[in-house]
């Protein structure tokens, strides 16, 4: 069964500090990884989108890893500011499932000045 | 404002009774996706379009939702008899291709009492 984990499942820093999310996924076979912001009551917004040969991509603060050999991804948020608060949500596809979306539970990050 | 909108953004209604929401994707996306998200959780799919015809549906849409994407443009979903677990937030995606971004809508919040 396609599955995708997220940890930690809430996280609250400081206004200026960094901060590293985790997602481990079982998806296979793998087509692509999309870290997607979701604020309060919004649609999810894609961040970023990697794929098999991929091992990084920035998107402004954030920066995300994959490692396709051990399924694992990162969210890297440099210099984090008070809009950041959302939850974060790592989706992985399934290159022979249509397009079809496989999603983390999302960790929650909070942001306090 | 990801390009796709929903209505209504929320509603509220008395159990069994009939909801309908709509969906306006993105004009020339083909995909259009319909999911569930409960608190705390992350986006369950539900059913997906491309164009007018529906090609998968979830194990979690029992007999009482329905789908429709009559012109291959903006999509319904219908909840008929609704019960207290159905409230969730209704979020629509669309996407060119089968590859392409999901782009998200706002979401429809439905409480049931």
């Known amino acids: 069964k396609n599955q995708v984990e997220q940890s930690p499942q809430s996280l609250i820093i400081l206004e200026g500090k960094n901060c590293t999310l985790q997602?481990?996924?079982?998806?296979?076979?793998?087509?692509?990884l999309r870290w997607y912001k979701q604020d309060t009551g919004r649609g999810p917004v894609s961040l970023t989108i990697m794929t098999f040969s991929e091992n990084t991509k920035s998107n402004g603060r954030y920066t995300a890893t994959l490692d396709a050999d051990t399924k694992q991804s990162s969210l890297h948020i440099t210099a984090s500011q008070l809009s950041d608060s959302a939850s974060y949500i790592c989706v992985v596809s399934a290159r022979n499932a249509g397009n079809m979306l496989t999603f983390g539970g999302g960790t929650r990050l909070m942001v306090k000045p | 404002d990801t390009g796709v909108s929903q209505d209504p953004r929320h509603k509220i209604t008395k159990r069994g009774q009939n909801v309908t929401f709509r969906c306006d994707p993105i004009s020339e996306h083909n995909r259009l996706y319909w999911y569930r998200q409960t608190l705390g959780q992350g986006p369950e799919f539900l059913t997906y379009f491309q164009n007018e015809a529906q090609l998968e549906k979830s194990r979690l849409l029992s007999d009482r939702f329905s789908a429709e994407r009559p012109k291959g443009s903006f999509s319904t979903l219908e909840i008929q008899r609704t019960e207290q677990g159905d409230s969730a937030m209704y979020l629509c995606a669309s996407s060119l291709g089968l590859v392409g971004t999901q782009y998200f809508g706002p979401g429809t919040r439905l409480l049931v009492l």
């Open positions: 997602c481990n996924y079982t998806v296979s076979p793998f087509s692509n």
